[in-house]
């Protein structure tokens, strides 16, 4: 789990650089999900270049799956954000939690945890790390970007587990423009492709 000094830092905190039509503003999670869904998410300044295919696959499934298992879609910041709360719990939307509590893509380990640096979070792990001090302090904002990129992160060996979606080539379709388009596109493609039944036994289908 990742270490911080700010142990308030959530992401229902205006947390994210965010640029819309409306100009610049510091964001919530929720806000981003609203402005993603509604196409005004234009970019994320302080998304690093190789974090992208990682945090539009985040939001996307996200928008994808709290939609899913919604009585009714959620449309507004506030919606997507008592939606977050019903299926996932109020304690997910922290960055950082007790070892036994859920946080932000963090579920509870095995055992005894052991904090990581930002860079051993990160997507690209640092490959130096007898020659330079890992950084254990960054953002709320950078430590949100780095959870959401750890499931792209390549095996590095013993300690440097990859993660769920590794060495996988990625394309990113969209209107060449924001952010947004590339999101909807992901959407539109998950709500096409989906399980016939929940769980281990489930084979994809096209939708008709």
């Known amino acids: ?32 999900l609203a402005a993603a869904q509604a196409g005004d998410l234009l ?16 939001l996307a499934i996200l928008i994808h799956t709290l939609s899913r298992h919604a009585a009714r879609p959620p449309v507004t910041a506030e919606e997507w954000q008592a939606e977050w709360i019903a299926q996932l719990g109020q304690g997910t939307q ?9 946080a932000f893509l963090q579920p509870p380990p095995d055992g005894q ?4 640096s930002i860079a051993e979070v990160d997507a690209l792990f640092q490959s130096q790390a007898h020659e330079a001090k890992p ?18 992160r390549q095996y590095g060996g013993p300690t440097r587990y990859s993660g769920a979606r590794q060495g996988l ?15 909807a596109q992901l959407v539109a493609a998950y709500a096409r492709h989906r399980p016939l039944h929940v769980g281990t036994e489930s084979a994809p289908r096209s939708a008709a």
Do not use: C
């Open 135 to 152: 950084q254990m302090d960054a953002t709320p904002e950078e430590w949100a970007y780095a959870l959401m990129a750890s499931s792209w």
């Open 43 to 58: 970019d994320l300044p302080g998304m690093k270049a190789h974090q992208r295919p990682a945090v539009v696959t985040a």
């Open 169 to 183: 080539l990625v394309v990113l379709p969209g209107d060449g423009r924001s952010i947004a388009a590339e999101v």
């Open 113 to 116: 945890g052991t904090p990581s």
């Open 1 to 32: 789990m990742p270490s911080t000094n700010d142990h308030g830092a959530s992401v229902a905190a205006p947390t994210f650089a965010a640029l819309t039509p409306r100009g610049a503003a510091r964001v919530t999670l929720f806000e981003l």
């Open 94 to 102: 922290r960055l950082v939690a007790p070892l036994t509590e859920a």
